[in-house]
């Protein structure tokens, strides 16, 4: 079998596809919010395949403005996700391993796919709690849309979202991927480079 991708990014993918793994055990995206009666902040975290932090607590809030309470059971993505990131794992293991190029490039669109796809989850998960409002909530708001990254004012809320440490390896992972195609030619260039000139002999 012919191998096209040389001994650094073979590294490089092996090192994304560590990461990714270990994305799976780190918190990917949280949002914390900060009101008079809660100065420590309040905190949801979310991890690939759970939810973490104060969310019974910000569940009774919501419920005062007619949000929908949300929980683990809310969003069936956290049950599909832990295998889709298992599987692009495996992808750049077995593409390092095999050290092919079309398995490399294959992996990368993949995942640029799976990242795409998952902030516009993301983006339509917010803009449904938010827009979607009881009418009959004790507290009305005008519909909003937290942002997935940055501040956001709610009554008198303070929201900061924020991507977590788990997110940041998947970035990192990434950009391994990307710097294992650029890696797969070097050699060849540096013997093109230094390969003497064909003499040429007189006519």
Known sequence: MKRDLNLWA??????????TLLSLFLPWWAM???APQYPEGLNIVVYPSRLAGDIEIVNGLNHYIGMAPFSEA?????KVLPVVVVAL?????????LR???????????FAVVGVGGLWDMARWL????TELDPQAPIKLDPFVPPILGKNAIAN?????????????L???????VLALTLRDRPARAAARTAPAPEVSAA
Do not use: D, H, I, N
Request: cysteine-free.
């Open 89 to 97: 794992a495996l992808l750049m293991a077995a593409a390092g391993a």
């Open 100 to 110: 092919r190029r079309v398995l490399a490039w294959t992996t990368l669109g993949l």
């Open 10 to 19: 073979t590294l490089s993918l092996l090192t994304a596809a560590a990461l």
């Open 74 to 78: 809310s969003f069936p993505e956290l």
């Open 127 to 130: 803009r449904k709690f938010g």
């Open 32 to 34: 914390k919010f900060y």
């Open 157 to 169: 809320f303070t929201t900061f979202s924020t991507f977590q440490v788990g997110a940041l390896a």
């Open 171 to 177: 970035l990192l992972a990434g950009a391994l991927l």
